[in-house]
């Protein structure tokens, strides 16, 4: 059974600094997707990058990047530069063929602080 | 704007009702998903449709149900509600399904069973 993992109940940052958001996962597929989503108080999800398993660069999306270590089943998104407007929960999500869904992780809080 | 329209955002109402949730998901996708948000249970795949047909099921009460239509809007209805089932319920639609496409989310209604 697929599973993601997100350790990190919550995370704080100062404005400008990078941060890092830890997500493993478990899947016995060789060919799978990788997503993050952001979750704003307002309560919408919005997607912010995607890896694909036989991608062999990393993904970047303006200041989100995703470190994909594919041997240790790890996909931790990278923010730069953090800004007050990234407070928010972060969800790392899977997908894989056959089954269609996307399986969410329980979520990373993130806090900036000025 | 996801182009994911959810209706109603809110909605309370009593143990042992039913309500129906709309969803019409973006122009072109074929593929509608819903999911439960709950602080317990986090992020739960409930069902998908692919162009009115049921593609894959998760954690779906037997009390509720979900259909979609001929002009690809969807809707979820749950029936004798419980307390436990107060949650932030998101419609989502991809065009396809398929691995490396993203969900596009629409912003949620958020049920409260009093």
């Known amino acids: 059974a697929q599973k993601i993992t997100q350790t990190q109940p919550g995370m704080f940052v100062q404005e400008k600094e990078a941060v890092t958001l830890d997500c493993t996962y478990d899947t016995s597929d060789q060919s799978y997707g990788l997503f993050w989503y952001k979750q704003p108080s307002s309560g919408e999800m919005i997607f912010l990058i995607y890896q694909g398993s036989y991608d062999e660069q990393n993904a970047t999306e303006g200041r989100y990047s995703l470190n994909f270590q594919k041997a240790r089943k790890s996909a931790n998104l990278v923010i730069s530069a953090s800004q007050l407007g990234d407070s928010a929960m972060y969800f790392c999500a899977m997908r894989v063929p056959n089954t269609d869904k996307l399986i969410f992780g329980t979520g990373t809080r993130l806090q900036v602080f000025p | 704007d996801s182009g994911v329209t959810q209706t109603p955002k809110h909605l309370i109402t009593a143990t042992g009702q039913r309500v129906t949730l709309r969803c019409s998901p973006r122009?072109?996708?074929?593929?509608v998903y819903w999911y439960q948000q709950s602080l317990d249970q986090g992020l739960q795949f409930l069902i998908q449709y692919y162009n009115g047909e049921e593609r894959a099921k998760g954690n779906i009460l037997e009390r509720f149900s979900a259909q979609q239509f001929p002009d690809l809007h969807s809707e979820l209805n749950l029936s004798s509600l419980e307390l436990g089932d107060s949650a932030l319920y998101f419609c989502?639609?991809?065009?396809?399904?398929?691995?490396?496409?993203?969900?596009?989310f629409g912003s949620g209604t958020q049920l409260s069973v009093l």
């Open positions: 989502a639609s991809s065009v396809e399904g398929a691995t490396n496409e993203k969900l596009f």
């Open positions: 122009s072109g996708d074929l593929s």
